[in-house]
């Protein structure tokens, strides 16, 4: 398995990455067709969250999933460990998936883009002035998997700003990639709809979805219904 180690707003010292090279043995003893994993050390500058100083997030291309996975602690090595936590236990769940597509259920997710670390862009600027370099970039193309990451001016805001490519999928199956990246929300196209969609979170096992389309389209939509 390919193990790429990058920093972010920080250094990575080699004994960080001795660490998480004999802590990938967790990783690949569940998933052995893992091909690749990436590796964010990010640190966040500001003192105020001294205890969260650290942040690692785990993605990694195993088979047709991605599965994603972050944690924040005051050092590297407890934000590794944890993040490792939620990335097996969502193996475990990838695993327990496919069990069941065996057994003649058919959920199977599409593959997501797995972008090449070089492809990381960083930009700095500020919003309020539309000439800005900064702003600029956020309003260009992207190239697949390029990614623009703009701090507004001197605040400690920043946004990323990242183009994917995936295949239009089912809500089924947008729910399935949703789990195993751990977000509250996972935007897709929606392939019975052909609309950009997100499926959400709500509360318990209740989940939301919400379809984005133009009144053009809707109305075309209703014309050709009549």
Do not use: C
């Not at 934000?79 to 475990?92: H, N, P």
């Not at 539309?130 to 998997?145: I, M």
């Not at 001016?153 to 947008?174: C, F, N, Q, W, Y």
């Amino acid at each position: 398995m390919e193990i790429v180690i990058t920093g972010r707003h920080t250094e990575v010292k080699q004994k960080f990455r001795d660490v998480v090279e004999s802590k990938m043995n967790r990783v690949t003893a569940i998933a052995p067709d893992a091909q690749r994993i990436q590796v964010v050390l990010t640190h966040e500058g500001n003192p105020r969250q001294a205890d969260s100083a650290k942040r690692v997030e785990l993605t990694m291309l195993a088979g047709k999933t991605v599965v994603r996975a972050e944690a924040s602690s005051a050092d590297e090595f407890s934000a590794l460990d944890m993040a490792l936590d939620k990335l097996t236990q969502r193996l475990r769940r990838a695993r327990d998936r496919r069990k069941d597509h065996r057994r003649g259920l058919d959920h199977a997710p599409q593959p997501m883009d797995f972008p090449p670390v070089e492809n990381e862009v960083e930009v700095k600027g500020d919003f309020e002035n539309p000439d800005n370099s900064a702003q600029t970039a956020v309003a260009s193309d992207l190239e697949p998997g390029q990614s623009v990451e703009v701090q507004v001016g001197d605040t400690p805001i920043v946004i990323r700003r990242k183009l994917h490519i995936a295949e239009p999928m089912s809500i089924d199956e947008a729910l399935y990639e949703m789990e195993l990246i751990g977000h509250d929300f996972f935007l897709f196209v929606n392939k019975e709809t052909g609309r950009p969609s997100v499926v959400y979170r709500r509360h318990g096992w209740s989940y939301g979805v919400f379809e984005i389309d133009t009144p053009e389209n809707v109305n075309k939509t209703v014309k050709n219904g009549k």
